[in-house]
């Protein structure tokens, strides 16, 4: 097992999050959006995907610096009308 349970945890997680992208359609989410425990998930998710994409660019900051502060940047300025 050793180095390859990450690298199989991350190929399990690729395809589980792209078989739940496929669930996640507009009819679904205007759906939850008329209830309010509906739209307490859809937080839910906005906020667990929040969560994957500064994990993936906050982990690979050491990789490539240039490119992942151009990602942070963009990121925070995305946020800054949201506060």
Same mark, same amino acid.
């Given at each position: 097992?050793?180095? +390859?349970?990450?690298? !199989? !945890?991350?190929?399990?997680i690729? =395809?589980?999050?792209? !078989?739940? =992208?496929?669930?996640?359609?507009p009819e679904?989410?205007?759906? =939850?959006?008329?209830d309010?425990?509906?739209?307490?998930?859809?937080?839910r998710?906005?906020?667990?995907?929040?969560?994957?994409?500064? =994990?993936?660019?906050?982990?690979?900051? +050491?990789?490539?610096?240039?490119k992942?502060i151009?990602?942070?940047?963009?990121?925070?300025? +995305? !946020?800054?009308?949201?506060g």
């Amino acid at each position: 097992m050793g180095d +390859s349970t990450p690298l !199989q !945890q991350a190929k399990a997680i690729a =395809a589980a999050l792209e !078989q739940l =992208a496929d669930q996640l359609r507009p009819e679904v989410i205007r759906a =939850a959006r008329l209830d309010d425990d509906g739209r307490r998930d859809l937080d839910r998710i906005e906020y667990a995907l929040g969560t994957i994409g500064k =994990a993936l660019i906050l982990t690979d900051y +050491s990789i490539d610096e240039e490119k992942d502060i151009d990602k942070l940047k963009a990121f925070r300025e +995305s !946020q800054k009308g949201m506060g």
